[in-house]
């Protein structure tokens, strides 16, 4: 029976279903693994299931020296904490674990774009701080969805079903941004030729890209100075896809009307500027904090494992 580390607590079904096949230990720290925990495990064990932030970076796996490992099977879609290239050339397969998020990620996305528009969170802090003097005609107006355009940066699974979700329930319309053709969006939605034109059209601006080397500060300064005054950005991809700085100081002049974010460029660290504005959504990353969603996720890492095992092509290579 192989050796699989896991780098932090996952789901009792999950657990169980690997404790099965492997002789399993797991981690019992919920922060992300260090450079140096990731070498030490890396040559301790033959299979390693790590997650967002563990840092499987090149010079973890350098300093690993005579890597044991045969696979990091990764619990979750993204992946940038880990150097694929760096991961290849050791000999690591590297898989993650598409589709069980994208419904819940869509989710997600659709909860900061109601909280946010409508200012729910707002209206929240408002009632529980015990101000709210009652009802009235003008009190916390927000934007109406419907007949609204969203646009959306990044047409994949996730954007998918963002455009589903909006279009089919709440009537708006879609745009998009995508670096392929796409033939079969979902809905009737059009496909624009560059983020700014997106930027342009939308009311509200969805990013749901991939986290690499090319989506780095994909939403930047010149994308939010682009968008209307009334509009809305909101971001359940990654952090570093979007310049922090760049948003903050477009929300700061008045350039956009406010935001809604699940994920931060230096997370788990909130910028104060972003915590003080009331027109922001600030979520602790919930995009797939769903049990049966994370359950699919670590059975999906799992069935990675168990391929890897049996000599046979993984399901989800990255």
């Known amino acids: 029976m192989k050796t699989l580390f896991v780098s932090r607590k996952l789901p009792d079904a999950v657990l169980e279903a690997a404790g099965a096949r492997f002789e399993m230990t797991m981690r019992d720290d919920t922060a992300p693994m260090t450079e140096d925990e990731v070498a030490e495990v890396l040559g301790g064990f033959d299979a390693v299931l790590p997650t967002l932030g563990d840092a499987c970076s090149a010079r973890a796996i350098e300093k690993a020296g005579t890597i044991r490992a045969g696979i990091l099977a990764n619990f979750g879609v993204g992946y940038n904490h880990i150097d694929v290239a760096a991961a290849r050339a050791a000999g690591l397969e590297v898989t993650n674990t598409p589709g069980a998020v994208t419904d819940a990620t869509a989710d997600t996305a659709m909860t900061l774009i109601l909280m946010t528009c409508r200012r729910a969170g707002e209206g929240e802090r408002l009632v529980r701080s015990g101000a709210w003097e009652g009802w009235h005609p ?56 560059s983020i700014e034109e997106v930027a342009v059209a939308s009311d509200v601006l969805v990013v749901a890209v991939p986290a690499n080397a090319e989506t780095h500060h994909l939403m930047n300064a010149e994308v939010f100075a682009a968008m209307k005054p009334g509009a809305y950005f909101i971001n359940i991809a990654r952090g570093d896809v979007m310049d922090e700085a760049a948003l903050i100081a477009a929300l700061q002049a008045g350039e956009i009307a406010g935001a809604g974010l699940d994920v931060y460029e230096f997370e788990p660290k909130v910028p104060a500027a972003l915590i003080a504005m009331e027109n922001v959504t600030l979520l602790p990353h919930l995009g797939t904090a769903a049990l049966e969603v994370r359950e699919g996720m670590g059975l999906m890492a799992v069935d990675n494992l168990i391929a890897w095992d049996e000599g046979r092509v993984v399901p989800n290579p990255v």
């Open 138 to 193: 003008t009190q916390l107006l927000g934007m109406h969805l419907g007949a609204k355009t969203l646009g959306i940066v990044g047409m994949g699974r996730i954007g998918k079903a963002i455009a589903k979700r909006a279009a089919l329930g709440f009537g708006m319309k879609v745009v998009f941004f995508n670096r392929s053709a796409v033939a079969e969006p979902g809905v009737a939605a059009e496909q624009l030729g």
